[in-house]
């Protein structure tokens, strides 16, 4: 670097040694650990490729014995939760065919006029006794409650999660690839497991669901609480505000939108999944609409669709009413 | 007495910001640290006072450091290294429960984009300090009310904040502020989004806000003119260490760096300068007691067609003019009494400049400053005119122009042509 020096620049090239000394020292620092993370890769690649092509690698029994010692040690804790599961599920699904099927539909009805308007809950209820007419009306309230309490597990278990990614950077970057790897696995996979942890029935169903759909819900409430102004909690803040009071009154508020958007996505991918779980004996729709495969009956198959299909449609419009309309323009002014 | 005290205060970011602030600390230079060590120096070395009761402006473009040193003093940023004194009190060294109560009773902030909470509404947004605190619920609705009032948003309390205009938003910010009664206001750019003429009005309120409260407010910005017309002192800041603290008319009339010049140079000077600070020494001046013979000899010899006349101790008498000067000797009056003219405006030496020019304009004499009834000096066209035209320059510059001023003056005094 060529330059002309003041006295006063001359004085400072001591210091202007130092900071390079510094550098020089980072730069070496750098390259050693550029130098020893090459190798280790390089190392490893090499150890794992030949060891992949020499041996098979018995991914299957790993997994098996981790899921045997699962079963062994965990037993009991998983009866817990099956005989909690169940209990949530049966109660739920009794409550919804205590009205004669029509009176419900009319109270689904009334709820969908509450939330969106006259228009909608008058198709619900149509569409509600539709599915009576198809005599689906137990099955689609079997698959109402299944979709209900593992949406409301996956929200349970995913909110906390995502505010707890939003406030920390190291559980943000774990949180994320396990989300991918829970979205990206066929959901048929999550089945096998789950029927040797609870057995055949409704909680497996329940428990792979609230696997398969408790992502979105981890994802966009970490969005939404990321997503408020900064200046609005640096305000909260500056008034000596905890973090706490700051979640509750300020962030958790304004997210909320954007929340319940992941819980519209939460229960519509619930639904699709809880359907896939009839296949093990867990009821409702799904059941249906397995027996119309197995049996190659079009026109059960397509009964079964249909009443998922009113029921998404439902469930859907419901849920995107709760964070839409009310509070989206609020946020949106931020 | 010294209200906040800031300390060889630094705040660096990047990964190396300590080892950055060490190096800068033992005399490195800064563009040498901040290129080969990768991290951001925002505050270097910045010490300053911040007097109980004052405007204290901080003032410097964008990325100057001034917004990250206005959040160390509630350490929304945590100060890199120095100490940050608040009544005695190292804010720096606070634990979170500490530094918590320091925000609840010592300090509030105002911020640039309001801050507001967007679902509570006018009256929720201006007891959160309180709610925070845990006061009751009457207390807060009350404290609340009257900082409305003091705002001038009674009567706004139920509006949700996206129904308000930008100034009365900002104003919601200022009363959640005022509310918790904290001696100190950070004020973040607070009225810098607002539009020209609401951030004057606002400005205006705030001064007259503060001859009643009298808080110590810390007030930041990125323009001058707003930095001359609030503050009672400024430092001016440039990348991330201050340049020059002074007041206003010290920073005008004396810039201490070339950047602070260039600075000036864009300064709405009428705002800024008073009466006082372009007056000049008067010199067509006459004792009441000499007569109409003397006061011709000596409009003759200052080549002046008019004469301030003043009594014992620079008592402003009136004015007189040649013509009946001339009256009165061929009348031979011997005194001046039956020709003075004493309705002529006076203006006041704290008068901004900006107040002058219609009196000015209106008048044929010069303005003649008065102070208790005393004349202090007087102001020409020329000079008034000149006062606000005028380019700053560095230090002993400026005042060379001055003593150029001083001599047109006399010339164009000379040649009123009434």
């Not at chain 1, 390259?31 to 020893?36: A, D, F, K």
């Not at chain 1, 009576?132 to 995913?158: E, F, H, K, P, Y």
């Not at chain 2, 008019?306 to 061929?330: K, N, Q, W």
Request: charged content about 20%.
């Amino acid at each position: 670097m060529i330059r002309d020096r003041s006295d006063k620049q001359v004085e400072r090239i001591g210091h202007r040694r130092l900071v390079k000394k510094f550098q020089e020292e980072q730069a070496a620092g750098r390259r050693r650990r550029i130098w020893t993370r090459t190798i280790l890769v390089i190392g490893v690649t090499v150890a794992l490729v030949w060891l992949f092509a020499r041996y098979r690698v018995p991914v299957d029994s790993w997994v098996e014995s981790i899921v045997d010692w699962l079963t062994d040690y965990l037993g009991g804790f998983f009866d817990f939760i099956s005989t909690v599961v169940s209990w949530m599920t049966n109660s739920l699904e009794k409550a919804f065919l205590w009205p004669s099927p029509l009176v419900m539909a009319g109270i689904l009805g009334i709820i969908g006029w509450g939330a969106r308007g006259f228009v909608f809950g008058a198709f619900s209820f149509i569409g509600f006794a539709l599915v009576q007419s198809m005599l689906l009306w137990n099955a689609a309230m079997s698959t109402l409650s299944l979709v209900l309490v593992a949406a409301v597990i996956a929200v349970i278990l995913g909110l906390p999660l995502g505010i707890l990614a939003a406030r920390n950077q190291v559980v943000s970057g774990l949180v994320r690839p396990i989300l991918d790897f829970m979205q990206t696995m066929p959901a048929f996979v999550y089945l096998i497991p789950a029927i040797i942890f609870f057995g055949i029935g409704s909680v497996p169903g329940v428990i792979s669901t609230v696997i398969f759909a408790m992502p979105p819900a981890v994802r966009l409430t970490e969005l939404g609480i990321r997503q408020v102004d900064k200046e609005v909690v640096e305000a909260a803040e500056a008034f000596g505000a905890t973090g706490f009071k700051v979640l509750r009154s300020i962030q958790l508020p304004l997210a909320m939108p954007t929340i319940m958007a992941g819980v519209n996505q939460v229960i519509m991918l619930a639904l699709s999944m809880v359907v896939m779980a009839g296949i093990v004996g867990a009821g409702g729709l799904g059941a249906v609409v397995y027996r119309g495969v197995m049996r190659l009956d079009v026109g059960l198959g397509f009964q079964g669709g249909l009443a998922v299909v009113l029921l998404a449609i439902y469930l859907d419009r419901l849920t995107a009413a709760l964070s839409g309309g009310k509070t989206g323009d609020r946020a949106g002014t931020a | 007495m010294t209200k906040i005290e800031v300390r060889r205060l630094y705040k660096i970011f990047g990964r190396h910001s300590f080892r950055a602030y060490e190096l800068l600390r033992d005399g490195a230079p800064l563009d040498e640290v901040k290129n080969r060590l990768d991290v951001v120096p925002a505050v270097v070395d910045v010490s300053l006072d911040v007097q109980e009761g004052e405007i204290f402006v901080v003032m410097g473009l964008s990325g100057s450091g001034k917004s990250t040193l206005v959040r160390c003093m509630n350490r929304l940023y945590e100060p890199t290294a120095g100490t940050i004194l608040i009544d005695g009190l190292d804010i720096v060294k606070l634990d979170h429960k500490e530094l918590r109560q320091a925000r609840l009773e010592k300090l509030s902030m105002v911020f640039q984009h309001f801050g507001l909470f967007p679902h509570y509404n006018v009256l929720q947004n201006t007891g959160w300090g309180l709610e925070v605190k845990g006061e009751d619920k009457a207390k807060i609705k009350s404290k609340s009310l009257e900082a409305l009032e003091k705002v001038g948003l009674a009567g706004w309390e139920d509006k949700m904040p996206h129904q308000l205009s930008g100034g009365m938003q900002q104003r919601v910010g200022l009363a959640r502020a005022l509310a918790t009664d904290s001696g100190i206001l950070l004020m973040d750019e607070a009225f810098s989004a607002l539009d020209p003429l609401i951030r004057n009005e606002m400005q205006q309120q705030l001064v007259s806000l503060q001859s009643e409260l009298k808080k110590t407010i810390v007030f930041i910005t990125h323009d001058l003119n707003e930095a001359m017309f609030l503050g009672d002192r400024i430092a001016i800041l440039k990348g991330g260490s201050i340049d020059q603290i002074g007041t206003a008319e010290e920073i005008l009339t004396n810039p201490a760096t070339e950047y602070v010049a260039t600075f000036v140079r864009q300064v709405d000077r009428s705002r800024v300068l008073t009466a006082a600070s372009i007056m000049q020494e008067p010199i067509a001046v006459i004792l009441a007691r000499e007569g109409p013979s003397a006061a011709l000899k000596a409009m003759r010899d200052r080549q002046v067609s008019a004469l301030f006349v003043v009594g014992p101790d620079r008592r402003l008498m009136g004015a007189t003019l040649d013509d009946e000067v001339i009256a009165a000797i061929r009348r031979k009056e011997p005194r001046l009494d039956g020709i003075l003219h004493t309705d002529m405006a006076t203006v006041d030496p704290e008068t901004p400049v900006s107040d002058l020019l219609i009196t000015s304009a209106e008048s044929r004499l010069p303005l003649p400053v008065v102070k208790d009834g005393r004349l202090l000096g007087v102001i020409s066209r020329v000079a008034l005119l000149q006062a606000l035209g005028e380019t700053a320059t560095v230090n002993n510059g400026a005042d060379d122009s001055d003593e150029a001023a001083a001599t047109i003056d006399t010339e164009e005094t000379a040649l009123d042509p009434r």
